[in-house]
């Protein structure tokens, strides 16, 4: 048997009840976003002198969404957030870190060449920064260019964080992040007694640490 057809007169003495009904629910859900609690977002504290881990920086956007409008492999983590990626973290995880950092060291067409005389003027300087903010041992020779030039490697024996790169090359080496870049220098990284962090040149939000007891 047809139901029977809902005449149009049904349908206008239904609608006010209905719309009543939408409107009360949509308030709600405004009062429970209006109630609840916002997260605070943590500031990145440096480590104490027992090298204890990066503190990780708080997450801006799921990883696989920021790596997508990079032209990026996904991100173990989310954009914004350092790690660090530990040692006990899963298989799987820790390989997207290693294929992350290999393609924040790969050049793209857009990228400058590399600039030979910027090199050869701030890794003395690199040098110097790394033996004066070192929190342990320096190793001989810390400062080295490797992957083409396109990468900055800064030994250390301790004191290794997410802003040490950075910090490195604007408060100690009398250069920047954007300057680096513009010599077609892509990564500026640190490495310690226990982790090795890769600072994008690209993106000054895009750093990424792991576990790497220097041997």
């Given at each position: 048997m047809q139901p029977a057809p809902v005449r149009p007169r049904e349908l206008r003495a239904a609608f006010p009840a209905f719309a009543l009904a939408l409107g009360l629910a949509v308030l709600a859900c405004d009062d429970?976003?209006?109630t609840a609690p916002r997260a605070s977002a943590s500031a990145s504290a440096p480590p104490a002198a027992d090298s204890a881990a990066p503190a990780p920086s708080a997450a801006a956007a799921p990883a696989a969404t920021e790596a997508a409008k990079r032209d990026m492999p996904p991100r173990p983590i989310p954009i914004g957030s350092s790690g660090p990626i530990q040692p006990s973290a899963p298989a799987e995880q820790q390989m997207m870190a290693i294929q992350y950092t290999l393609a924040m060291v790969s050049p793209r067409s857009t990228d400058p060449l590399v600039d030979k005389p910027y090199l050869e003027g701030i890794l003395p300087k690199l040098a110097a920064a790394a033996r004066t903010a070192d929190k342990g041992k320096t190793p001989p020779n810390p400062v080295?260019?490797?992957?083409?030039?396109?990468?900055?490697?800064?030994?250390m024996g301790k004191g290794c964080t997410e802003r040490t790169p950075s910090n490195l090359l604007a408060q100690r080496a009398?250069?920047?992040l954007k300057e680096a870049y513009d010599a077609g220098i892509l990564v500026v990284s640190c490495h310690d007694d226990r982790w090795e962090c890769h600072q994008s040149t690209r993106d000054p939000s895009d750093v990424l640490c792991h576990a790497a007891p220097r041997r």
């Open positions: 429970q976003r209006a080295k260019a490797t992957k083409g030039n396109r990468k900055i490697e800064v030994d009398g250069s920047s």
